[in-house]
């Protein structure tokens, strides 16, 4: 396979998870007892330009379920996170009644319902038909279609080019990189910004955060790559920042290469040189990170027989996509961990895709008073920890998987947030 940025032949292996369902297929009680079908997930890297990505998959269109029921509204942590975004950007690039703001994954609107408080003109671009509508009754304009150049294009020939343009938490989504990243640089003012919002690839590594690799995360990105996919497809970094979302993100601002309106920010610099210390550019640091996974699996079968062994209850909260790659990676099923809770209730009563744990919802955790609660997605166990603090009535505990196996407390996690804030 060859490189979909750079087209340079790939030659390493960065991680080989095996395979599993995508993470997103949901099971209803009747599938279950048809056949499933499982994919190998492995994530090469491209030596020449540092884009991980994931191995192209034969049949990839059939992966992605239409019911993809991931919601941004569901955590208040995300809410706050756009609300400061919208704030932030809107005073720094002096964003009014006659700017327009685009948000390219629009979700359900949970970000730009702030633009739109503010009377700032805002259009949504969303595929997914329940996030669209959700949108919609929010008062915001979706276009549902899949972004990229050409619709670009279409929209910009309408008059719709835009001054800010978001892309949070997408671009590690998008199969066709480029074409993607081009159809910013079209649909943008000569003077506008674009923002894009992804996981850094160096936390990942760092921290072990393996649980986000999976089939709908096509790209795992440094600011060296994306560099180079901006510049390639008429579009120039022109400042970056660290945002504490999914484990440490950047977020990276975007002008059109052709006007360099924005000048550069010494950020820039500094960030990739961060990333060359840190061995980014070095092929030994990719190519360490696979044993390091052995180690949270063994850790978190060991403590789940052992739980098991003494009759002590674990359940999990929070059915997601980490979930999924830790729980099918680990070979985790019910009898080690009875169900997984999640907040959004159309994923109640449906089972998790492999391990085919059953999804309930929050009474199940008050009634069967389990001793402990594993949290999978760590990126929000704060969030977690207060909503279930009840279980400290039964003398219940929380744990995390990532990067080691522990148990948490609010004291700790008090100092653990002020830590992962200076880290991040
Ligand atoms: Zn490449």
Redesign the pocket.
Known sequence: MN?R????ELTHTFVDLGSCPPSNAYLDEKSLYGPETWYPLKVLL?D????VQTQDIVHADAMFSADYAYLSSYSSTMLRHAEDYVSHVSARFGLGPTSRVIEVASNDGYLLQYVQQRGIPCLGIEPTHVAANISRGKGIEVIEEFFGASLANELSARGLQADLMAGNNVLAHVPDINDFVKGFAILLKPNGVVTFEFPHLMNLIRNKLFDMIYHEHFSYLSLHAVQSVFRSNGLEVFDVEEVSTHGGSLRVYGQRSDVMHHPITTNVASFLSREKDAGMLDTAVYLGFHKELQKIKDDLLMFLIEQKRSGKNVVAYGAAAKGNTLLNFAGVRRDYLAYVVDRNPEKAGKFMPGNHIPIVDEENIRNSRPEYVLILPWNLKSEIMQQLDYIRDWGGKFMVAIPRLESLSFRELGQRTEQDAAIF
């Open positions: 490189c940025h750079c087209h340079h491209c020449k330009c540092w884009l």
